[in-house]
T-cell receptor
Framework: QQPVQSPQAVILREGEDAVINCSSS?????VHWYRQKHGEAPVFLMI?????EQKGHEKISASFNEKKQQSSLYLTASQLSYSGTYFCGTWNRDDKIIFGKGTRLHILP | EPEVTQTPSHQVTQMGQEVILRCVPISNHLYFYWYRQILGQKVEFLVS????????KSEIFDDQFSVERPDGSNFTLKIRSTKLEDSAMYFC????????????FGPGTRLTVL
């Protein structure tokens, strides 16, 4: 079952923060986050494994609440380079990784 | 820095023709994947491949599709008889020692079926 991402789109000014959510109706083993710029391939950001860990990557971090089957991606002090579409992919070990529809993030100068 | 490469970057074909999309995964990776992305839509899983066999495939990956690792470096996706709805960007990805670990995507092949 495809994870649900929210919001579908976000417009921010440079320096503002954003949160992108990803939720699943199935128990999850891991959540994967990717960013895709227009006309380019998806680029890996991070994986979160079952256990509620939080990870960080410069000013981008994420959390995983396995009980709620949710993950959130946090973008702080956004930069122009953060613009793109963010996909979460969920995996429960019994099936293939399934990507959400994506959240389009547009950063204005 | 090692990267996944794909050829061609753009393939135009007539409906009903066979196409082969080629990928060279990162050399020490063990897991290989094909994804499809129709313009403006989400990335869709097609197939995963490990130890010279398909480990997982989606409903999209029907009998018209096949994958091969013919020579230990290339990883190919063949579509036997293309349909208009096969028009999409096809991404190859590979990962290292664990299935569905960090996946490195190639730049994609844009397939246009006329």
């Amino acid at each position: 079952q495809q994870p649900v991402q929210s919001p579908q789109a976000v417009i921010l000014r440079e320096g503002e923060d954003a949160v992108i959510n990803c939720s699943s109706s199935k128990a999850l083993y891991s959540v994967h986050w990717y960013r895709q710029k227009h006309g380019e391939a998806p680029v890996f950001l991070m994986i979160l494994l079952k256990g509620g860990e939080q990870k960080g990557h410069e000013k981008i971090s994420a959390s995983f609440n396995e009980k709620k089957q949710q993950s959130s991606l946090y973008l702080t002090a956004s930069q122009l380079s953060y613009s793109g579409t963010y996909f979460c992919g969920t995996w429960n070990r019994d099936d293939k990784i399934i990507f959400g529809k994506g959240t389009r993030l547009h950063i204005l100068p | 820095e090692p990267e996944v490469t794909q050829t061609p970057s753009h393939q135009v074909t007539q409906m009903g023709q066979e196409v082969i999309l080629r990928c060279v995964p990162i050399s020490n990776h063990l897991y290989f994947y094909w994804y499809r992305q129709i313009l403006g839509q989400k990335v869709e899983f097609l197939v995963s491949f490990y130890n010279n066999e398909i480990s997982e495939k989606s409903e999209i990956f029907d009998d018209q599709f096949s994958v091969e690792r013919p020579d230990g470096s290339n990883f190919t996706l063949k579509i036997r008889s293309t349909k208009l709805e096969d028009s999409a960007m096809y991404f190859c990805a590979s990962s290292g020692t664990e299935d569905y670990n960090e996946q490195f995507f190639g730049p994609g092949t844009r397939l246009t079926v006329l």
